[in-house]
């Protein structure tokens, strides 16, 4: 009982923080300014592999951020996915303003043409086997965070996860760059039916750590394996009001990061690529190896 009671104690306040530790605060003021107090940046791994689109981190993964995110991956401290989740959505802006001419406003114009269609966040997947053990996906939780973040400063997102594995991967922790290649080839696939979704909107996939780039590469592979498709049945899907997602992202974080309000039904045409195509924009991440930020060949 006493176990128990602890557990549930920690849920309502948090015995330390994620970061550094100091008690009873979800993550401090220091290891949040560590997260996310600096404008993410363009990340690349070397070597780099083939099909990564370009990406952005919020922070090295090092130290308080390391901790904080092994914190929310394996030990489930679920509210650490609000702050990850700002954490991520700065990665997002980062790397839509790269793509849509390298300033906000140049994204901003960039959208207007595009009919105002949301930004479809498609994270990438845990395995079941971990996802069981873990009981929940963490970078689908961070994505989750990460589109409320956005939508609250006036950026139209969507979670889509519709990214799964179709066969089993080994342990990524001990390979290599190329060995990490070779267990991800062909690991991913869109589940069937959802390729319509993919149209509904620039796609950016995101993640919670890069280290290789590996499962940026395949996820990426398997989104655009998925295109050219119809935008009718995805824009149909997409936005018919609210979803069991969007409900879910109201849940995500603690009480007092929650925004508290249904999200806003969205009734706009989506744009994907020319004729339907997916239109991969790039991805992002929360964290990046240190060794990806000090490779600047922009």
């Known amino acids: 009982m006493r176990g128990w009671w602890r557990d549930l104690t920690d849920l309502v306040l948090p015995a330390e923080c994620g970061g550094c530790g100091r008690p009873r605060t979800v993550l401090c003021a220091?290891?949040?300014?560590?997260?996310?107090?600096?404008?993410?940046?363009?990340?690349?791994?070397?070597?780099?592999?083939?099909?990564?689109?370009?990406?952005?981190?919020?922070?090295?993964?090092?130290?308080?951020?390391?901790?904080?995110?092994?914190?929310?991956?394996?030990?489930?401290?679920?509210?650490?996915?609000?702050?990850?989740?700002?954490?991520?959505?700065?990665?997002?802006?980062?790397?839509?303003?790269?793509?849509?001419?390298?300033?906000?406003?140049?994204?901003?114009?960039?959208?207007?043409?595009?009919?105002?269609?949301?930004?479809?966040?498609?994270?990438?997947?845990?395995?079941?086997?971990?996802?069981?053990?873990?009981?929940?996906?963490?970078?689908?939780?961070?994505?989750?965070?990460?589109?409320?973040?956005?939508?609250?400063?006036?950026?139209?997102?969507?979670?889509?996860?519709?990214?799964?594995?179709?066969r089993a991967v080994a342990d990524q922790s001990e390979l290599n760059s190329r060995q990490r290649l070779d267990n991800l080839a062909d690991a991913l696939a869109v589940v069937p039916g959802a390729a319509g979704l993919l149209s509904g909107g620039p796609v950016v996939l995101v993640d919670d750590v890069m280290t290789t780039g590996a499962s940026l590469a395949e996820a990426a592979r398997a989104v655009r394996a998925a295109g050219p498709v119809s935008n009718a049945a995805g824009a149909a899907a997409v936005y018919g009001g609210e979803t069991w997602e969007s409900r879910e992202e109201q849940n995500v974080g603690t009480r007092r990061e929650r925004t508290g309000r249904r999200p806003g039904r969205q009734g706009m045409t989506g744009a994907g690529g020319a004729g339907g195509a997916v239109d991969v924009v790039c991805a992002a991440v929360v964290a990046a190896s240190p060794d990806s930020f000090e490779i600047n060949r922009n």
């Open 30 to 166: 220091e290891c949040r300014a560590v997260l996310s107090g600096v404008a993410a940046r363009r990340v690349r791994p070397v070597p780099e592999p083939p099909g990564l689109p370009v990406v952005h981190a919020a922070a090295r993964y090092a130290d308080e951020v390391r901790a904080t995110l092994l914190a929310h991956k394996e030990r489930g401290a679920l509210a650490l996915a609000g702050p990850l989740g700002v954490a991520l959505a700065g990665a997002v802006r980062a790397g839509l303003q790269t793509a849509w001419g390298g300033s906000w406003a140049g994204a901003e114009a960039a959208w207007s043409r595009a009919l105002g269609a949301p930004v479809l966040l498609v994270p990438v997947p845990s395995g079941r086997r971990a996802v069981r053990a873990r009981g929940h996906d963490p970078a689908r939780r961070i994505a989750l965070a990460a589109a409320g973040e956005l939508r609250r400063s006036g950026v139209p997102a969507r979670v889509l996860g519709v990214l799964r594995q179709r």
